[in-house]
Structure formats: C-alpha cells, structure tokens
C-alpha cells in the first residue's frame, strides 16, 4: 500500500519568515495530494491541494509543489503569521477506495 | 448542515463495552470515510462507503469494528468489546465522490478506561 512520510515532524520560524513542509510517497498511482491543517482538538482543515497533471499551485500565501518522478510534493507558506501555528497533515490518495494516505505531520510554530 | 457532523463529541467507556459512533456528511455527498487518530500521530483509513457499492472494509484492524451507512446519508462506526487500545479520536470525511476533497467532522474522542 501506499506510505507517506513527512518532515520536519517540529518547525519553528519567525514571524514573516517562510516555512516548507515536505512529503515523500511510495505508490505511482496515487494522484492527488492535499494538505491539511489542525489546530489543537480541532477537526483537519483542507487549506491546498494539487494533482498529478499539475506541478505547482499557489493561493496567496500559500502554494504546493509536486515532482511525481522524484514522488515528492512540498507545502509553501510565505509571510507567516502566528494563526499559521498549527500541525500540517500531507496527504496522497490511493488505493481502490481512493482513501487518504497520512504523513505523520509537522508541528509549525510562528514566533512573533 | 453546511458541514460534516460527528456524535457524540466526547465518549468515555468501559472496557469490554460496545460503543456506536455517528456520522453526518454533507448534504449530496456520494463517499463517505472514517478515520481514526491516535494522540500526536497522523490519520489512519478505517472503512470507505461510495454510493451503493460495497464498503472498502481494508483498514479496520479487527474484526470487532464494524460500520454501515444507512440510506446513503448517515454511517454508524461500531466497536465491539472495546479494549484500551481503541481510544482514539475517530474522525468522519465526506467528499462530493471519491478522489475529491474530503472534509472532516470534528470527530469523536473515545477514551476506554
């Protein structure tokens, strides 16, 4: 089945800085990759996501890039802010049920 | 609703209990999934229902989960004889059908004293 791994699992920037979350996946077939967003005891967020056919997407501060030869896809956030703390799930989708496939996600803290 | 709800939103319970957890997707969506999260890891793929069709069962770990969805619109994730082990947050997505977005519930946190 399909494996995903995710890091860094903890990220600290400062405000106004950049911050990049990368994934890798093991399954060719897996063609789309959202990401999520978490905060504490909250439901998962949909914030970006991106398909195969496509290698980059961006709104506004936030933008995603996929190399499906290389099989990994990166998540941008630019101009961070402290309401960007949060935990950041990537995802690839698979399998017959087309199910989600979960990094193990990156703890993002903004420090103003 | 405009969103995916979840009840109940706090479960404590017994070990050895059954417990039955609810999902409302999204008015029109055609797929359904439940997940389970474990404190401080990610998300892990129970069941999927699409439509009619025979529910993807492959991720539930034991025979002692089960899940239905009734009329295409509302699903019951069931656990019987609970062990320790099962506390979790069990999280409901819909999606408009398959390969497209999931939107989560708030989820249900089970604790098994």
């Known amino acids: 089945g399909e494996n995903v791994e995710q890091h860094p699992s903890t990220l600290s920037v400062q405000e106004g800085d950049s911050a990049v979350i990368k994934c890798t996946y093991s399954d060719s077939a897996s063609n789309y990759f959202p990401w999520y967003k978490q905060e504490l005891g909250k439901r998962p967020q949909l914030i970006i996501d991106i398909r195969s056919n496509v290698g980059e997407k961006k709104d506004q501060r936030i933008a995603v890039t996929l190399n499906k030869t290389a099989k990994h896809f990166s998540l941008h956030i630019t101009e961070t802010q402290p309401e960007d703390s949060a935990v950041y799930f990537c995802?690839?989708?698979?399998?017959?049920?087309?199910?989600?496939?979960f990094g193990s996600g990156t703890q993002l803290t903004v420090l103003p | 609703g405009a969103g995916v709800s979840q009840s109940p939103s706090n479960k404590v319970t017994e070990k050895g209990k059954d417990v039955e957890l609810r999902c409302d997707p999204i008015s029109g969506h055609t797929a359904l999934y439940w997940y389970r999260q474990s404190l401080g890891q990610g998300l892990e793929f129970l069941i999927y229902?699409?439509?009619?069709?025979?529910?993807?069962k492959s991720g539930l770990p034991s025979d002692r989960f089960s899940a239905e969805r009734t009329g295409g619109s509302v699903s019951t994730l069931t656990i019987q004889r609970t062990q320790q082990e099962d506390s979790a947050v069990y999280l409901c997505a819909s999606s408009f059908e398959s390969n497209q977005p999931q939107h989560f519930g708030d989820g249900t946190r089970l604790s098994i004293l």
């Open positions: 229902f699409q439509g009619n069709s025979a529910p993807d």
């Open positions: 995802a690839a989708s698979s399998g017959s049920a087309r199910q989600l496939t």
